[in-house]
T-cell receptor, first 109, second 120 residues
Framework: DAKTTQPTSMDCAEGRAANLPCNHS???????VYWYRQIHSQGPQYIIH???NNETNEMASLIITEDRKSSTLILPHATLRDTAVYYC??????????FGTGTSLTVIP | EAGVAQSPRYKIIEKRQSVAFWCNPI?????LYWYQQILGQGPKLLIQ????????DSQLPKDRFSAERLKGVDSTLKIQPAKLEDSAVYLC??????????????????FGPGTRLTVL
C-alpha cells in the first residue's frame, strides 16, 4: 500500500521555483519522508529526506508540516534537466521504501 | 565510487520462458533490494536481503519468482515461467545498512539503471 498521495503531474517555468506537494497522513512518528526522482530510463535518484524539521541541501528544500501529515519539495530554480517523475516516499522499519505513483514534473522553457 | 550495476539492460522473452537478472551492489553495502516497476507506476519492493539472508520477501510471487544472494554480494532474480504481466522494469538497489526504525542516519538506497523485461 502506498503511504503517500501526490498530484499526477505539474508544470513549472524554467528558472522559477517548483513546489511539489505530498500527503502522508498515516505516517508514524518515527517514519522518515524521502524524496527521489526518476528521469526516463534511469533508476530513481535520491534528493533529500527528513523526519520533522525542514531540510535543505544543494538540490532542494523539504518543508514538513508540524503535524507531519504533509510535506513539500522545493526546487528553487527549476531547469530543463529537472524534468522527471518525483516520488515522495515513507521509509518504514527495516529501511523499506513505499513508493506512490509520483508527480511528473515538466519544466517549460 | 561505482554505482549499482545491473545486467542485462533489456530482455525480450516469450511467455512461459525463464529469465534471470543480475545485480552487483555498491561495495560494502550490506542491504540489497529488488523492485518491480510496471509502466506508469512507482517501484514496488519484491525482496530485501541483509548480507546473504532474506529480510522480507512478502511481496515476491514465490510460485514463479526466486532470488538469491549466496555470498552476500551480488544477487540474481529469476522468473520461471514468465507471464505477460511480468513485463516491467526490474530495479536493484543497495544501502549501507538496514537501519533501525527512526534512526537518524541516512539509509539512502542507491538504485541501478534497471532491466527492462518485455514478455510476448
Amino acid at each position: 500500500d502506498a503511504k503517500t498521495t501526490q498530484p499526477t503531474s505539474m508544470d513549472c517555468a524554467e528558472g522559477r521555483a517548483a513546489n511539489l506537494p505530498c500527503n502522508h497522513s498515516t505516517i508514524s512518528g518515527n517514519e522518515y519522508v524521502y524524496w527521489y526522482r526518476q528521469i526516463h530510463s534511469q533508476g530513481p535518484q535520491y534528493i533529500i529526506h527528513g523526519l520533522k524539521n525542514n531540510e535543505t541541501n544543494e538540490m532542494a528544500s523539504l518543508i514538513i508540516t508540524e503535524d507531519r501529515k504533509s510535506s513539500t519539495l522545493i526546487l528553487p530554480h527549476a531547469t530543463l534537466r529537472d524534468t522527471a517523475v518525483y516520488y515522495c516516499i515513507v521509509r518504514v522499519a527495516g529501511n523499506q521504501f513505499y513508493f506512490g505513483t509520483g508527480t511528473s514534473l515538466t519544466v517549460i522553457p | 565510487e561505482a554505482g549499482v550495476a545491473q545486467s542485462p539492460r533489456y530482455k525480450i522473452i516469450e511467455k512461459r520462458q525463464s529469465v534471470a537478472f543480475w545485480c552487483n551492489p555498491i561495495s560494502g553495502h550490506a542491504t540489497l533490494y529488488w523492485y518491480q516497476q510496471i509502466l506508469g507506476q512507482g517501484p514496488k519492493l519484491l525482496i530485501q536481503f541483509q548480507n546473504n539472508g532474506v529480510v522480507d520477501d512478502s511481496q515476491l510471487p514465490k510460485d514463479r519468482f526466486s532470488a538469491e544472494r549466496l555470498k552476500g554480494v551480488d544477487s540474481t532474480l529469476k522468473i520461471q515461467p514468465a507471464k505477460l504481466e511480468d513485463s516491467a522494469v526490474y530495479l536493484c538497489a543497495s544501502s549501507f545498512r538496514t537501519g533501525r526504525l527512526g534512526g537518524a542516519s541516512n539509509n539512502e538506497q542507491f538504485f541501478g539503471p534497471g532491466t527492462r523485461l518485455t514478455v510476448l
